[in-house]
């Protein structure tokens, strides 16, 4: 049995977004006719109305089906748009449709901003949501009785999912078919499309390393750099504050205004980071692992892998790792 799914799109929608999850569900659909598997996705992109929609690159896709309560499918996806709340306020409509279809949809889903339709709607009240970085503070401000967690690439409460900015869609999406077809259908998908699989939802939306660029002082970006390229070492406070000509206590107040963190966090931040590449990408001791990255002891990893993403480094690397390899050591 096909899967009905809507990819609803509005004057101004980001084409990016409803081309690749359509792209995902399309390639989903030739890899299961080529293992002589039945089912899959019957995926129409959906509007107020039949014809033409302008996108904000102002190229237009054709919208096949009429936005209708008549008519609902089993999983609604609705994009985001460079001028959210504008897009809201013309397209009243879409809101009132989730507002009444809720309770028959399977699944709703929204991508990037376009969590506000769905927030409007009243459907993410009480539930922890994510959009794009960018407007994730004025969604908790219009929407107080949302949690927002904005450092994440997409997360599933329930039948409602959502997602981060643009390519984070398609991490969703090959999500969702993994959920549905099998990984190893969403695998040959992640191939086609030349992506990574395995980001996981609640991975950041934000690395260390862009962070870093991020930061408007260069002397405090150099020495950012800096701690990357050396996180196998002992970096203490009087090291790094040497580093940019500033008392300990001058650096650590600079620091957390240039990038919002303490030094600390961000060390332990890419430290992690850096664990995580190389227990997905290879087949390392998970001790040698934690002293390249700069932990002490394969126990403080362990211990930093549980509070931040609540899970073990070898159990991260069963479920994650390249090689899928669920019986490496940690000596």
């Known amino acids: 049995m096909n899967i009905t799914v809507d990819i609803i799109i509005y004057p101004g929608f980001k084409a990016l977004e409803a081309v690749g999850a359509l792209s995902v569900f399309k390639y989903a ?141 398609l991490d969703l999406a090959l999500a969702v078919v993994e959920q549905d077809l099998g990984a190893d259908i969403a695998l040959d998908v992640a191939r086609d499309l030349v992506v990574y699989l395995r980001r996981q939802g609640g991975q950041s939306q934000f690395s260390a390393h862009l962070e870093c660029h991020a930061t408007q002082d260069l002397s405090m970006r150099e020495l950012q750099n800096w701690m990357l390229a050396n996180l196998d070492k002992d970096l203490a406070a009087p090291e790094m504050a040497s580093r940019v000509a500033m008392s300990i206590r001058n650096f650590n107040r600079s620091f957390k205004k240039e990038t919002g963190t303490t030094p600390t966090a961000f060390l332990m931040r890419a430290r992690i980071e850096a664990a995580r590449r190389m227990l997905e990408e290879g087949n390392l001791p998970a001790k040698t692992i934690a002293a390249h990255s700069g932990f002490k002891t394969y126990d403080a990893m362990r211990k930093a892998f549980q509070t931040t993403l609540g899970i073990s480094p070898l159990v991260y690397r069963d479920r994650f790792g390249a090689a899928g390899d669920g019986d490496a050591k940690a000596q």
């Open 29 to 169: 659909n030739a890899h299961l006719k080529r293992r002589g598997r039945g089912g899959g996705y019957d995926v129409k992109l959906t509007s107020l109305v039949v014809g033409p929609v302008t996108s904000e690159t102002e190229i237009p896709l054709f919208a096949e089906k009429k936005l209708s309560t008549l008519n609902i499918p089993h999983t609604a996806i609705v994009v985001g748009a460079w001028d959210i709340e504008g897009a809201v306020t013309n397209a009243p409509e879409i809101v009132e449709w989730f507002r009444s279809c809720a309770a028959q949809l399977q699944r709703t889903i929204a991508l990037c901003s376009g969590a506000f339709f769905l927030a409007q709607s009243g459907l993410l009240n009480g539930k922890r949501a994510t959009t794009h970085w960018a407007v994730a503070d004025m969604l908790q401000t219009s929407h107080p009785a949302i949690q927002i967690d904005s450092d994440c690439i997409f997360l599933q409460q329930g039948k409602v999912w959502t997602s981060a900015g643009v390519t984070a869609g």
